[in-house]
C-alpha cells in the first residue's frame, strides 16, 4: 500500500513507562506531521518535520514528548513518564510539501495509559 | 487556542437534500483550507481544498465556498447520500506553517 502507516495501532501501557510510535509516511513526501486526537475533538497539532528537522513543535505539550525523523522518512513519536489523560489516538500524516498540500493520514495508533 | 471553530457539533439531513457545513477561523495569516472526512477506526481523509485566492472550489457533490472577510467556510454535499454519513472536519493552515483543525461535525444522512 502507498498510504501513511502507523505501528501499533493499539498500545496498551502503564501510567510511568516509556512508549514509542512509529510513523512510515507515504514515499516521497517531505512533509510529516503528528496530531493527537481524543474523543469529540478533532486532531490536535504536536509537531511538523521538514525532512529531517522539526519545522514546528510548538504543539508539544511539555518534554516527555518527544519526536524524531532522522533520515527525513521514517518518523517516531517518544513519550517518556506516560500519564493517564497521554490517552488519545496519535495520528501522523505526509503531505508531498508541506505548503499548501493536503495532509494524508495514517490510521493512528490508540494509546490506552491505565 | 481555537482558531478553527466548527460549531454545530452533529448536523442531520435526509438523503437527496443538501448539507452544508459551517467553519469559521481567526487566524488572518491562514490562505489555505481543507476539509476532511473521518470514518471511525481510520484517519481523516482529504475532501476539498480552497486557496484564499478563491472563493468557490468544487468537486463533483461537494462545493467549498470562502468568505474571507467574515473569516468563513462552509462545505455544501448536493444531493446527500448515505454514505456521506461521517464526521467532516474543517482545516487551515498559513504558508509554511502546520495545519490546525476544527473539532469536527457529525453528519447524519438519512434513507
Known amino acids: 500500500g502507498a498510504g501513511v502507516s502507523q505501528t501499533p495501532s493499539n498500545k496498551v501501557t502503564e501510567k510511568g513507562k516509556y512508549v514509542e510510535l512509529r510513523c512510515d509516511p507515504i514515499?516521497?513526501?517531505?512533509?510529516l506531521y503528528w496530531y493527537r486526537q481524543s474523543l469529540g475533538q478533532g486532531p490536535e497539532f504536536l509537531i511538523y518535520?521538514?525532512?529531517?528537522?522539526?519545522?514546528?513543535d510548538s504543539g508539544l505539550p511539555n518534554d516527555r514528548f518527544f519526536a524524531v525523523r532522522p533520515e527525513g522518512s521514517v518518523s517516531t513519536l517518544k513519550i517518556q513518564r506516560t500519564e493517564r489523560g497521554d490517552s488519545a489516538v496519535y495520528l501522523c500524516?505526509?503531505?508531498?510539501?508541506?505548503?499548501?498540500?493536503?495532509?494524508?493520514f495514517g490510521n493512528g495508533t490508540r494509546l490506552t495509559v491505565t | 487556542d481555537q482558531q478553527v471553530k466548527q460549531n454545530s457539533p452533529s448536523l442531520s439531513v435526509q438523503e437527496g437534500r443538501i448539507s452544508i457545513l459551517n467553519c469559521d477561523y481567526t487566524n488572518s495569516m491562514f490562505d489555505y483550507f481543507l476539509w476532511y472526512k473521518k470514518y471511525p477506526a481510520e484517519g481523516p481523509t482529504f475532501l476539498i481544498s480552497i486557496s484564499s485566492i478563491k472563493d468557490k472550489n468544487e468537486d463533483g457533490r461537494f462545493t467549498v465556498f470562502l468568505n474571507k472577510s467574515a473569516k468563513h467556510l462552509s462545505l455544501h454535499i448536493v444531493p446527500s447520500q448515505p454514505g456521506d454519513s461521517a464526521v467532516y472536519f474543517c482545516?487551515?493552515?498559513?504558508?509554511?506553517?502546520?495545519?490546525?483543525f476544527g473539532a469536527g461535525t457529525r453528519l447524519t444522512v438519512k434513507p
Open positions: 518535520f521538514q525532512g529531517t528537522g522539526a519545522a514546528d
Open positions: 482545516a487551515a493552515s498559513a504558508t509554511n506553517n502546520d495545519m490546525r
Open positions: 500524516a505526509s503531505s508531498l510539501t508541506g505548503n499548501n498540500s493536503p495532509l494524508h
Open positions: 514515499s516521497g513526501h517531505t512533509a
